[in-house]
């Protein structure tokens, strides 16, 4: 798939269908996620070859920097998302499911203050081995985000 730019909503569903189809989830039931602000969408995929999920994102959004932070984060020892299927012009991805257990409910359930220490491991291993191809997050580059932010997703809903 070349991508995916200014093409319509019927276009688009027709590019993931097929995607999803090419992937042995042709067939599979969507739920829908929470979104963020963002263009993205996320959907759990159900009655596919394994449990998944559906990373839609339509350009200008870009995959690529998503997949190069999980290869780092993979490459330090930490757990992410298996990619199962990438179509990276188009901004779709199949992602491996982990499920909707968080943090705090699972502590809740099970009482493990042990959670909180792995917790903070991996947040140690991260910050001691940051990704060399990210751009630096400072004051100018959060007042940007912020700034995007505000002008595409809170401006037009006021």
Same mark, same amino acid.
């Given at each position: 798939?070349?991508? $995916?730019? /200014?093409v ?8 993931? +269908?097929?995607?999803? /189809?090419?992937h042995?989830?042709?067939?599979? !039931?969507?739920? =829908? ?11 759990r995929?159900?009655?596919?070859? !394994?449990?998944?999920?559906?990373? %839609?994102?339509? =350009?200008?959004?870009?995959?690529? =920097?998503?997949?190069?932070v ?30 909707? !257990? ?9 009482? $493990? ?7 903070? %491991? ?7 081995? +940051? ?7 400072d +004051? ?8 995007? $932010? ?9």
């Amino acid at each position: 798939m070349a991508g $995916t730019a /200014g093409v319509s909503g019927a276009e688009r569903e027709a590019a993931v +269908a097929a995607f999803l /189809g090419r992937h042995g989830y042709g067939g599979a !039931r969507g739920v =829908p996620l929470a979104a963020d602000a963002s263009l993205r969408r996320y959907v759990r995929l159900h009655g596919g070859p !394994r449990p998944a999920l559906l990373m %839609d994102a339509p =350009p200008p959004e870009d995959v690529r =920097p998503f997949l190069d932070v999980g290869g780092h984060l993979a490459s330090l020892g930490l757990s992410v998302p298996a990619v199962f299927a990438a179509d990276e012009a188009a901004g779709l991805l199949l992602l491996e499911d982990f499920g909707d !257990r968080i943090l705090p409910a699972v502590m809740t359930a099970q009482g $493990t203050p042990g959670l909180f220490d792995a917790a903070v %491991d991996v947040l140690a291993a991260m910050q001691e081995a +940051a990704p060399p191809s990210l751009p630096a997050w400072d +004051a100018a580059a959060m007042a940007a985000a912020a700034c995007g $932010t505000v002008m595409d997703w809170w401006w037009p809903a006021a």
